[in-house]
T-cell receptor, first 112, second 114 residues
């Protein structure tokens, strides 16, 4: 079975542009998580979904960030407008119930 | 509030030797679990091992085992017979009370020496 799939793997954009990160969770998993990893702040949970419904978005840094999960096999994380401080690696992870989370390969975002 | 601490920013170990990576935690939950992940230089996060607070035995997965001391609130990862491919960052994680949110430690960077 394929693992968590993320695209793109790398994204370089200019400040002010819209960025959309995509994630396909493992089939059958009912939880989906978006994380951000930086040297300064480590690994932070941004938002997570259960059965496509957002459960906790308290980690979303500000209104420029939004996430959707229109169906069980797809989620997006959007940043509009992007800023240089958004540069980070963004991970998507999925799990079945309270079990271990499986992470995607990450998207390395650079905002110039 | 939940807290998880990894006090070793970096560790070295000789190939084929065992190494212990420390993780201490604080939680008021009567039942909880602890997870360890490996992050190699390629960047992906790889699940290694899980310990439930009520598990009777320490968890083991191949060369990975947990030295779980509930009274001390520690869940140290032991890697036996280290290999060069074990060089990576290692994170322990604790789900926050009543949620599916993980709190991650700051990680330990392990370097295996040939």
């Amino acid at each position: 079975d394929a693992g968590v799939i993320q695209s793109p793997r790398h994204e370089v954009t200019e400040m002010g542009q819209e960025v959309t990160l995509r994630c396909k969770p493992i089939s059958g998993h009912d939880y989906l998580f978006w994380y951000r990893q930086t040297m300064m702040r480590g690994l932070e949970l941004l938002i997570y979904f259960n059965n496509n419904v957002p459960i906790d978005d308290s980690g979303m840094p500000e209104d420029r960030f939004s996430a959707k999960m229109p169906n069980a096999s797809f989620s997006t994380l959007k940043i509009q407008p992007s800023e240089p401080r958004d540069s980070a690696v963004y991970f998507c992870a999925s799990s079945f119930d309270y079990n271990e989370q499986f992470f995607g390969p990450g998207t390395r975002l650079t905002v110039l | 509030a939940q807290k998880i601490t990894q006090t070793q920013p970096g560790m070295f170990v000789q190939e084929k030797e065992a190494v212990t990576l420390d993780c201490t935690y604080d939680t008021s939950d009567p039942s909880y679990g602890l997870f360890w992940y490996k992050q190699p230089s390629s960047g992906e996060m790889i699940f290694l091992i899980y310990q439930g607070s009520y598990d009777q035995q320490n968890a083991t997965e191949g060369r990975y085992s947990l030295n779980f001391q509930k009274a001390r609130k520690s869940a140290n990862l032991v890697i036996s017979a280290s290999q060069l491919g074990d060089s990576a960052m290692y994170f322990c994680a604790l789900p926050t009370s009543g949620t599916y949110k993980y709190i991650f430690g700051t990680g330990t960077r392990l370097k295996v020496l040939a």
